[in-house]
């Protein structure tokens, strides 16, 4: 009995152990996001909060977690100034093109964000994923950004990788393996409030303790400085 009541009280530590550590991962993504943002200063065409509301909107509807389409977006933002539109149609674009040829958000990421930020070269690179432009594409998005149009040149982009891996990430919905991701994100985000309620009084703790030790640096110090003087 007393076996059983141990194993049930590690338990409930290793699951507040694995809480309070998806609160902090989550913290950490998005304070990454809103530095990310807040250095882009004026320019900025999009907020943390608009990003955020669309990250929780596909965990709904897709196998990917909040957080991973977080730090997609956040990749995407340190290789240009992107709108909320052209953001969530890349989002889309990028979760597409990983659940149709199997590869990670973060490696889709980087190649969509670089096809965006340079269209011209960027056609290049996606050829890597299987997308080739015609000439008349290429001939297009030539002329769109010499004349200074390359966000109408990032929507050609897109629409062909659209064109290509539309509904790729949504059908995976339908999958065993998806719906198992799904119930993981929807379990992680039970932990992620509970552990988001136990960080804020173990702060406060840390920084007692903190200030604790600091005051008895301090004594100590001066203790010792005493019996110097009086020897």
Request: charge should be negative; hydrophobic fraction near 45%.
């Amino acid at each position: 009995q007393w076996l059983t009541l141990t194993g049930a009280v590690l338990g409930v530590v290793a699951a507040l152990k694995a809480s309070i550590n998806a609160a902090a991962e989550s913290q950490t993504v998005n304070a990454q996001l809103d530095s990310i943002i807040r250095a882009q200063g004026s320019a900025a065409k999009v907020t943390g909060d608009e990003i955020r509301a669309m990250a929780t909107e596909i965990q709904r509807t897709t196998q990917f977690g909040d957080e991973a389409v977080i730090s997609l977006n956040q990749t995407l933002l340190t290789m240009g100034q992107f709108s909320g539109d052209t953001l969530k149609k890349a989002t889309q674009a990028i979760m597409d093109m990983s659940s149709a040829l199997g590869r990670d958000l973060q490696s889709s990421a980087f190649m969509v964000g670089r096809a965006l930020a340079d269209p011209i070269s960027g056609m290049t690179m996606l050829r890597r994923a299987g997308v080739i432009f015609t000439q008349d594409q290429r001939d297009v998005i030539k002329a769109l950004v010499d004349t200074g149009h390359a966000a109408e040149a990032q929507i050609v982009i897109l629409d062909e990788l659209n064109k290509r891996f539309s509904g790729s990430a949504a059908a995976q919905m339908d999958t065993y393996a998806g719906q198992v991701e799904n119930l993981k994100d929807a379990f992680g985000e039970l932990g992620e409030a509970i552990g988001g309620k136990l960080i804020p009084p173990l702060t406060e703790a840390a920084k007692a303790a903190e200030l604790l030790l600091s005051w008895e640096g301090n004594i100590t110090a001066a203790v010792n400085q005493q019996a110097v003087v009086i020897r």
